[in-house]
């Protein structure tokens, strides 16, 4: 495939990156995910087709290696996570993943098109090419993403996820949450037997509950979340902490910034069970 040639992608730092690719794949029907407006967020760009992305290979070793897709923010771009240090935080950690950063922006969520892009044009092609264990990670945005694709939130079985390291990540609407707190907190709270394929919301974190049952739990890919104690998301992502074991929740001091960020997915990567590099 063709080197990334969008001018956004193509300001990534060179040492940083070993390999830089656009992704591509034929168009594939499927439903399309129905969100609401996100207030807030940054200026919108255009949903292209094919979805771009960054890529960092892994270096050559024997045994498994993963494949880990990192979702950036809505203020964000595939460059701003490789400038910030995250790809050189997993290699410095001896991680063997190769590292595809998909500009899945805000564009494709204002689109419902997210999900069917970041399979078709960035996730299915890597897995076709190579079959590894698929890991999603995120930030805000970029963390509700992750989350959408491991959930099935728009009734699509895509790709089985091995793991999800979610930052920050944007988990629902005000009325929703306060409906969940009123309740008593997400394991207290009952979710509608059924609700509307725009209702995301709900959607998800009826889905995220199942991470406090232990009926359930285990058709569930592990999942840790972090956020900054500051965080405007930090109500929210508590939530859903509440339910999970005590070391896949890590709160950092800080707001909605790098640097929590950093902190947090320093520690995920030292806790999750991402296979690593052999001499």
């Not at 969100?35 to 992305?53: H, S, W």
């Not at 498994?64 to 910030?84: H, K, M, N, T, Y």
């Not at 359930?216 to 109500?235: I, K, Q």
Request: with cysteine.
């Amino acid at each position: 495939a063709p080197l990334a040639s969008a001018a956004r992608l193509d300001a990534a730092p060179r040492t940083m990156l070993t390999r830089r690719r656009l992704l591509t794949a034929a168009t594939l029907t499927a439903p399309v995910l129905a969100l609401p407006a996100l207030a807030g967020c940054a200026g919108e760009r255009a949903a292209t087709v094919p979805m771009q992305a960054l890529e960092d290979r892994a270096p050559a070793s024997p045994g498994e290696r993963a494949l880990l897709v990192f979702l950036p923010g809505a203020q964000e771009s595939p460059p701003d996570i490789v400038a910030q240090g995250f790809v050189r935080m997993l290699r410095e950690r001896g991680i063997a993943a190769d590292v595809l950063v998909a500009d899945a922006h805000l564009g494709y969520f204002r689109q419902r098109s997210v999900l069917e892009r970041l399979h078709d044009d960035v996730i299915g092609p890597a897995l076709a090419r190579e079959p590894r264990p698929l890991w999603l990670a995120g930030i805000s945005l970029g963390g509700l993403g992750a989350l959408l694709y491991a959930s099935q939130a728009d009734g699509v079985v895509r790709a089985p996820v091995a793991g999800v390291l979610s930052i920050a990540p944007f988990l629902g609407e005000q009325p929703v949450v306060d409906e969940v707190i009123a309740a008593g907190g997400l394991m207290a709270w009952s979710p509608p037997a059924q609700t509307a394929e725009r209702d995301f919301s709900r959607r998800l974190l009826a889905w995220l509950r199942g991470y406090g049952d232990p009926a359930r739990v285990a058709s569930r890919p592990p999942l840790w979340l972090g956020y900054g104690d500051r965080d405007g998301f930090a109500e929210k992502n508590a939530l859903v902490g509440r339910a999970l074991p005590a070391d896949r929740l890590i709160v950092a001091p800080g707001g909605h910034t790098w640097a929590p960020w950093r902190q947090i997915w320093g520690t995920m990567l030292d806790r999750a069970p991402l296979p690593r590099l052999r001499v």
